[in-house]
């Protein structure tokens, strides 16, 4: 490589870049993006009115510690404002973690399925990503703990997994908590813990407010409805959230996400709806394409992860495009390392319908 021009620093260019799900289907009449775990019911409309209100204000910069948001998150879910960092969507926090965390040399630890935000925000620092080996599509404690060298710095948990669906009871959570050494930084990535209907599941809260190394990490963008807008947040202990303050952008979170995020909060009916169609609709996708013949991994989140036979003519790619030709636009994954399956949002009455009669169209089967 020339020293002629300028370098990345080392990992930069072992990452590969993040594709998000596709969103246009050439031809189709009716377009259904079931490519990004978007919820079917949209924004509350009291945050969409906070964010168009917000228009009128362009030439302000925001509030830099995004008070009044932390506060109405705070009030949301009982917990100190002081302890909370809000971010442009959680990928920001993932990165400013890994920032304010690793450095060359250093080991962060993900599982085999997680979100690939987590090697990408590694690698950007110079540190090294580890994979440990799932179980059934699932996180697994034992392998996370073999994975921890007395190089690693972080370990990365999704719970729910994206795009598995699969989560850990909470119990495994603490167990693996409890084994870590106390300098390793656990990150729970709770994107879709509004969704999760599990007695054994927890976000994390309690786990973060009573330990000096745990963050927990939430989002805008699945059940708010509020993607676009780029809004999530993290609660930690008070000396990751001085770090994280430290180097955060000072402005990192818009005046339209602050207001608009507010309202989406303490939208409490529209959130219920959200997750009453979820409740509805996950079950209903799980045993109707499992009535095709294909296998769906049992999901706690607002997706499914639908597996496909490798025989030509029958394979995810191929299924793929046969559902994108009729406007169903759902996710490959073979950057998940799961080359034959496909990842489906819970989407609106109309969408599922049409997805498991197209599904048995494809596979020449009746719905
Ligand atoms: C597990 C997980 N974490 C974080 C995110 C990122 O969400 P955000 O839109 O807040 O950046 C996603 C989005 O797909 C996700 O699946």
Redesign the pocket.
Known sequence: MSAQRPQPRPGVLAIKAYVPGKSDAPGAAKVFKLS??ETPLGASDKAIAAYQAAGTHLQDYPDGAATALREAIGEAFGLDPARIVCGA???DLLNLLARAYLADGDEAVHTTHG?L?YPIATLGTGAKPVVAAEKDYTADVDAILKAVTPKTKIVFL?NPN?PTGTYVPFDEVRRLHRALPPHVLLVL?A?YAEYVQRNDYESGIELVATSENVVMIR?F?KIYGL?AL?L?WLYGPAHVVDALNRIRGPFNVNTPAIVAGIEAIRDTAHVERARRHNAKWLPWLTEEIGKLGLKVTPSVANFVLIHFPTVPGKTAKEADAFLTRRGLVLRQVGAYHLPDALRMSVGSEEANRLVVASLAEFLGRKA
């Open positions: 990004s775990n969507g959680s990928d979100f935000v999704a994206n990535d994107a989002t963008s993607a780029r999530g």
